[in-house]
């Protein structure tokens, strides 16, 4: 599975981003940004970026080398001046949603963020309804 | 040849004995149930024996799969599969457990141990109760046993012994990892023993105090190791895996996870019903929950459904036979939950104010923290069942959950002071002055130091005012006469504060440095100065690496050596990174040797991680506050049956 879908990304990739376990790691993969402002948006982003090769990684946590391209694709980015968001946009209009570990709102993820109002009203309910009862009980002592 | 043939049968003996249990467990299903009837008193006798002789048979069995893996038979498919003759001892024996077959094994093990050890020595409940327990145990074990009998046979044969093992994953072999499932494990079917308690008072009607006390040590059990295994399994992934990441929301660990949520709360429940008669339903309700979070986590993990649905789909006999499973018995529990829920009264009333009210406030938080959880890490399945490939990472889980941990939080504060049933808030009031100020204070110093990082902010302003008011339940007693259960309170409410402290210096503070550098070169982390000595290959016994020679020093002081190896195994072939790690009392410095630059310079990753081990104290210092506390109620009911027994011998004196 892991291989089809490196396979499967090698078709996908643009040539700049091709990855290869025999090419030298590119500039970025295992270089800070000299600017530690812009490192830490890139940082900030790399962690919430998914690797496609391993398993529940993100790709700040990974040593697999499509990890280590798009690591250097997003410092390069950022470097240029891009907004983290915006990166995040492009990528997932690359690869789908599943690059992304900060779901955002949409027709397929709306479950996601309607639970935890629901679990919060559950919550709201429950206290409510102990609390109320218990409120006119408190008169028992 | 003859020496052999007596290793032989050991496979085949362990197979026999599982057999025999599964047999035993149904025996001891059918006894239990006709004991509750009328007429059944005869066969009821043979429930406890029968449980006792189940569990050891099933240890039988798990003692062959460990003797057939430390000989290394690979005629035995599951030996060719996953061992090496190669292989050191300790991961000969952990690689028992280290896969499907053997860890099922494990758990029916576990669980027949821990049935028996009940059947051995509880007598405090009703007899009628004990036996709708022990029937409720053998009904779970017999699902499992069916499971390894003939879905995942641990002893199956190769027609042909293969020549040599296939290895285990490098990545595993690690001590560790060695003892980490098991150590899950042993949780896991601990809340099984509460599961069954919950359906025998489920069937029986019977919820009492006394049915409390006689749960609340294997709730506190299970979750003392739920506690330990998660934080080990932290620590490792933390040191293993060679990027200092420590929590990934990974759905492995949240299986992990999701049971220490259920089982927080229904320790805490079984508390309020042991001490005050209250929170009845709530308390069986989450018995059946925890259980079913174990056996969620245990389906997410070992049905294959997490490498992919659709691999799952295409060889989906496992997985469904598990899913067959959960729907017997999470349904099943369910059902009878909902019949008899309504003729089990809630119990003794409380006032808001009052310790009853803060440990309801509790338990609706981690139940509402373990929805956010149980919803995070199965929505992707089920999108990816729907054709959608979704997922869900630290962005959606660390904000989501904190909206219903940092008001418990708070609440602990407080709780902990009140009186049951109804208290006066201005009573504790002036004791909470101090815990308010250093809040405020240290929210003050959070935005000045972590500027714009808002969960770092609340971690770091939370954890010194809880680890003070964590504290002040000793306040006014001496601490010569404070009962074992409060020290292990007080304990374990510290330990979040430190966890959490931790945590939230990790977030906050770490300083990480990705650097190519040449031997002899020094490189800059936060305080530390780190030189790169020299490069030198060596060899293990299943391995060779390279290993950099590092010198560190702290602000200008005498430095330290460290060694990071980068790994190559050859069976299976895999490259793992050894960090080496530098621990003061104030952080961790954090190694990592990578792959050589095209100029002969050398990747090095650095981090310096400030109080980062303070994550896995706090978590070692929970477990204690629960074994002090178990301690305590166990020594307390030892003492009870004593004096009882005292008592009966005298009046059975007078009266001769």
Redesign the interface.
Known sequence: ?KRLLLILALFVFAPPLLADDTM??AAYA???LDDPRLEAKA?GLM??I?CLTC????I????ASMAGDMRNQIRERILRGEDPEAIRRWLVERY????????QVSP??W??FA??LL??A??AL??RR??A???Q??A?? | MQDCGSGQVIAEFGLAALWLAAALAVLQLIAGGVALSRRGDALGAVVRPVAIVQGVLALAAFAALVAVFISTDLSVKLVAANSHSAKPLLYKIAGAWGNHEGSMLLWVTIMGLAGGFVAAVERRLPERTMMATLAGQAFVSIGFYVFLLFASNPFTRLAEPAAEGQGLNPLLQDPGLAFHPPTLYVGYVGLSIAFSFAIGALITREVSPAFARAMRPWVLGAWIFLTLGITAGSYWAYYELGWGGWWFWDPVENASLMPWLAATALLHSCGVLAARNALRAWTLMLGVVAFSMSMIGTFLVRSGILTSVHAFAVDPRRGTFILVLLAIYIGGALMLFALRAGSISEGERFAVTSRESGLVFNNVMLSGTLGIVLIGTLYPLLAEAMGMKVSVGPPYFNPFTALFVVPMLLVLMVGPLLRWRLDNFGRVRSGLIIPALILVLSIGIAIVMAPGKMLSIIGLALAPALAFASLLPLRGRRLSRVKLPLWGMVLAHFGVAVSLFGMACDSAFTVEKLVAVRPGEAVRVGPWQVTMKSITPIAGPNWTALEGDLQASYNGTAPSLLRPQSRSFWTPPQQTNESALLTRWNGQLYTVLGDEAADGRWQLRLWWKPFVTMIWLGGVLIALGGLLAMLGHVASDVRRVIARSKIAFRRERQGR
């Open positions: 599975m030298p790691p295992y270089r800070q940082r962690e919430t998914r398993q529940s990684q993100s700040a946590d990974s040593d789908g949603d599943y690059i992304s570990y900060a779901p397929a993820t479950p996601l639970a935890p679990l919060l559950i919550a429950l206290l102990r609390f009862r218990s409120g009980s408190g028992v002592k």
